[in-house]
């Protein structure tokens, strides 16, 4: 039986407003559903995941439906696609690699290579090339947080390149750029100096760079809203999301919700933004104050080093010393304190204001079956959410009904990878390499299929006219029937 749940749900009446966002929307995903020959960046089409007029080759894994593969260097950059062209990053040799590929036979094209600024400091499962390219069909723009942004043409000469400063954070860099108005979007959440850059597509050069005070590491990649012709820049990060005008980076409008650290990215339909966060540190019922901390300060300098720190502070160190020098300070622990104390965890479904330029208000939430890493799907009429440990929930799009809430997929582990969608069907990556497909807007759990690829997958796939493409590890697939 379908599982249904107490919803938090605020109620609107504002009927014209929701009508005139709706018609909005619904051409914006009629849009997405023409655009089938490209997956021009992190998770496809605006961002999304979702390719509806396309089908998986069921069954697919390593011996079967493969119309070719390729082994690659490590990275973990999602396939960005347009028309012939596949793209992707790699590090090999300690040099900073954007490769492109024919996607109908793998062949290489070309390969472009630079050397590190200085290697990030990274989460033991990232690498240096996380961040996905994307294109517009004539350059092509890659991010890498050991150096910094660059462009190419499509036959691999390079069109400029933007050196930028080492990600100050613990786990790396991992959002990645996304293109819109000529202009190319980055968003840096780190321990220290957040900021929102935009630079002109065509020259590299800057247009503004708005700080983001508040802000601590993130890994969120933003979105350009609405997609059929952007005004604004939408972010999630420490405790909100926020919305940025493309046309000078100005804060439009933010709302609260969110837990002190985002790796999803947005997501949205005909109805609804959806926005999503979940960390361990989320919920915490008493913070330790400064002055008892300083208790364990053994050469009573005022602060506290790792060898002094305990309990929260010791677990959290290299994320309250946003300086990275070695040390917590009172100023560092406060504000880490105040952001641990209004951390929440949450996917939130947000519906407009009176203007795309309004705050929008909370039309309902969930507080279960919250993802760390991959972002929510929205497809047809329901909101997906894939957890660690191999849990799936599914909600109502329109009130927030759970329809069924951390079914098990029989993959345990983590999930890095974002669920995407194909027709009437849903793909699902574990890190252990076991991929699931279900059925779309069954309101009971059906697996269609599974396979054990036997490598690791940390990359969202691509799906283009009826081809599915897969990073796992080593190895690079295309599969299709």
């Not at 999301?241 to 100005?250: L, T």
């Not at 990215?265 to 979940?278: K, N, T």
């Not at 965890?345 to 407009?352: C, I, R, S, V, Y």
């Not at 054990?452 to 190895?475: C, G, H, K, W």
């Amino acid at each position: 039986m379908p599982c249904r749940n107490t919803i938090h749900r605020v109620p609107s009446n504002w009927l014209m407003v929701s009508y005139l966002w709706s018609a909005l929307l619904f051409q914006s995903v009629m849009a997405l559903q023409s655009e089938s020959a490209h997956w021009p960046q992190f998770r496809g089409p605006h961002g999304q995941g979702r390719a509806p007029s396309s089908s998986l080759p069921i069954p697919f894994g390593p011996d079967s439906s493969v119309i070719w593969k390729k082994n690659i260097a490590p990275g973990h950059s999602s396939p960005s696609i347009w028309g012939d062209l596949l793209l992707l990053t790699t590090y090999e040799s300690d040099q900073l690699t954007t490769q492109a590929l024919n996607r109908h036979d793998g062949s290489l094209l070309w390969k472009k290579s630079i050397p590190p600024t200085k290697i990030e400091r990274g989460h033991r499962n990232g690498t240096p090339a996380n961040s996905t390219p994307t294109t517009d069909g004539r350059s092509v723009f890659v991010y890498f947080g050991s150096y910094g942004l660059l462009s190419y043409d499509l036959e691999g000469n390079e069109q400029w390149r933007l050196p930028l400063p080492v990600p100050v954070t613990q786990h790396g860099a991992s959002s990645s750029p996304v293109l819109a108005e000529e202009h190319l979007f980055l968003q840096v959440d780190q321990d220290i100096s957040s900021y929102l850059l935009c630079v002109d597509a065509a020259t590299g050069k800057q247009v503004w760079k708005t700080p983001r005070p508040g802000f601590r590491r993130g890994f969120s990649t933003p979105i350009a809203w609405p997609p059929e012709k952007p005004e604004l820049v939408i972010t999630s990060g420490t405790l909100r999301v926020c919305a940025y005008h493309i046309s000078d980076g100005e804060l439009a409008w933010e709302v609260g919700g969110l837990p002190n650290e985002t790796v999803a990215s947005p997501a949205f339909d005909d109805q609804h933004l959806y926005v999503s966060g979940w960390t361990m540190g989320a919920g915490v019922s008493r913070i330790p104050n400064f002055d008892e901390l300083l208790e364990n300060d053994e050469n009573k300098d005022a602060s506290i080093a790792r060898s002094e720190a305990t309990g929260p502070a010791r677990m959290h160190f290299p994320y309250i010393d946003a300086d990275k020098d070695g040390k917590i300070v009172r100023k560092e622990w406060e504000t880490m304190s105040d952001i641990f104390r209004k951390s929440e965890n949450a996917l939130l479904a947000l519906k407009p204001g009176p203007s795309l330029k309004s705050p929008p208000t909370l039309s309902w939430k969930q507080t279960r079956g919250l993802p760390y890493v991959p972002s929510p799907l929205a497809y047809q009429g329901h909101v997906y959410l894939v957890k660690n440990g191999g849990m799936i929930s599914c909600m109502n799009t329109t009130t927030g009904e759970v329809i069924y809430r951390e079914e098990r997929l029989g993959a345990l582990g983590d999930y890095y990878a974002s669920p995407v969608a194909a027709g009437k069907q849903i793909l699902v990556a574990a890190q252990s390499g076991v991929v699931s497909v279900i059925e779309a807007g069954n309101p009971e759990l059906n697996i269609m299929f599974q396979i054990d690829f036997e490598e690791t997958i940390m990359a969202t796939p691509a799906i283009v006219e009826n081809r599915l493409y897969m990073r796992t590890s080593q190895t690079l697939y295309c599969f299709g029937k």
